[in-house]
């Protein structure tokens, strides 16, 4: 098969009409272990060929993987078909043309970026030392390591060209006490394992089963709540998720303004809060054009090759923008703000880490990891879950004992008018969305009133 990028030009080349061509080739590779003994490791790689076509404002798309070189006008001819055969689209605008290329077409000529299992060796040796002392205290540790690069091209009949090599690596570690009936959960993100320490999870980990040794029962209500990064960042990044123009616009969402129009410029916390997303994030770095596979509410196949910029989602406690495309911005009355594929929460001056926080807890909840989301009431953001792997109660600055887990209720707009203290941000992954979405910064928060509307029964 030939590079992505002269698929790309083949595929251009043979078009009769506006077209945008999409080539990925990713890598993955994966240690997995459980009861403290690696079970499996292995390498993987895929290629993906996406061409959609334009014909009369309809957009015709097909994806399909492995294509080898004598199919690739067949993926362009189905695409013109279901151009032909399609509606207009109402999202259909000109297709991006040279003007965008700038620094996204300097590497274009390169070979794909490529990961191995070489890049898990100095994690792997870490691992198998850490693995070794859990034995030895009484620990089990179960999970998984995994790095993926994908290399996208992307190129246009108007002339764009652009490229960009994404990493994307984590770590999901779960400690069990020798007799299965205590477990605690921690996660990280990073670009190349050079910044995790296995062993400091596996510290934390310890502290959070020895926590758990003794039991305490607590009815459902509302509780004073210490979140760490990790659980914060599920419920911050499903608000960014609905956070969206088109819908806001269309008066489906918490971000609706009653009697028409988006929230847009209220008050969503009365502390001076910050969400945004910049490509450019170090450490964090994502996509800086637009790669849009298929169209949705607030994504079209139209914009690709178009800047993403560095965006303000909340400032200053105050909603300052939604994500949207040309078409949705312009349904919503809104400057086009096209989604990063990156979150980060802070309050300016914040110092506190979990630690200080937990020392000035006089009684609440330390919740640790959320489970099984779901929303309930788009108009609120009202999301619905369990609590997993740690709930503990806090009692005169010390942790004193772990708690039964909870079903809670909660909005995280409404959470962010109940924060009471922010902490220093930090990278984290999100334990429920990090298979799709691990580039995030945020720190650990104080909510007053956090919502544990039952008492489950999960271990």
């Not at 990790?230 to 616009?249: H, N, P, Q, S, V």
Request: proline content about 4%; charged content about 20%.
């Amino acid at each position: 098969m030939s590079a992505p990028q002269e698929t790309i030009e083949r595929a251009l080349a043979c078009a009769r009409g506006d077209t945008i061509a999409i080539a990925d080739e990713k890598s993955t590779a994966n240690l997995r272990w459980a009861g403290n003994t690696l079970t499996t490791n292995g390498v993987s790689t895929t290629r993906q060929l996406t061409v959609i076509a334009v014909a009369k404002g309809c957009a015709g798309v097909v994806s399909r993987a492995g294509v080898r070189d004598d199919q690739i006008e067949d993926v362009v001819r189905a695409a013109e078909k279901a151009a032909a055969d399609g509606t207009p689209a109402e999202d259909a605008a000109p297709i991006t043309g040279a003007e965008h290329n700038g620094l996204f077409s300097e590497k274009w000529d390169l070979a794909p970026a490529t990961t191995d299992i070489g890049i898990l060796q100095g994690f792997a040796t870490a691992l198998g030392e850490t693995l070794r002392e859990a034995r030895a205290a009484g620990r089990k540790l179960y999970g998984f390591a995994e790095h993926e690069m994908t290399s996208t091209f992307v190129g246009t009949s108007a002339g764009f060209r652009g490229r960009h090599d994404q990493p994307a690596g984590r770590v999901e570690l779960n400690a069990k006490s020798d007799d299965m009936t205590r477990s605690a959960w921690a996660g990280v993100s990073t670009r190349d394992f050079s910044d995790v320490d296995v062993a400091g999870m596996d510290t934390s980990l310890a502290e959070r089963l020895d926590w758990a040794k003794r039991s305490v029962s607590l009815p459902a209500g509302r509780y004073e709540t210490l979140m760490p990064p990790a659980a914060a960042a599920d419920l911050l990044t499903y608000l960014y998720w609905t956070a969206g123009a088109k819908a806001a616009a269309e008066g489906r969402t918490v971000f609706s303004k009653a009697g028409g129009g988006t929230r847009v410029g209220e008050r969503l916390s009365a502390l001076p809060v910050t969400l945004s997303s910049d490509p450019a994030l170090p450490g964090l770095q994502s996509a800086p054009f637009v790669i849009a596979h298929t169209s949705g509410q607030d994504r079209s196949v139209f914009d690709n090759g178009l800047p993403v910029a560095a965006t303000s989602w909340i400032s200053g406690g105050d909603l300052c923008a939604l994500h949207s495309s040309r078409y949705s911005a312009s349904l919503a009355g809104l400057s086009a703000t096209q989604a990063v594929d990156n979150l980060s929460f802070s309050l300016p001056g914040a110092s506190a880490t979990l630690p200080d926080m937990i020392a000035s807890t006089q009684r609440g909840l330390l919740l640790t990891c959320l489970w099984y989301i779901c929303d309930v009431d788009p108009q609120t953001l009202l999301l619905t879950g369990l609590t997993r792997d740690g709930v503990y109660l806090v009692e005169n600055g010390e942790v004193t004992g772990a708690v039964n887990n909870f079903r809670f209720n909660e909005s995280p707009v409404g959470m962010l008018s109940r924060l009471a203290e922010v902490g220093v941000t930090e990278r984290t992954l999100p334990r429920e969305w990090g298979d799709y979405f691990n580039r995030a910064q945020i720190p650990p928060i104080r909510v007053e009133g956090f919502n544990m509307s039952s008492v489950s029964q999960a271990n």
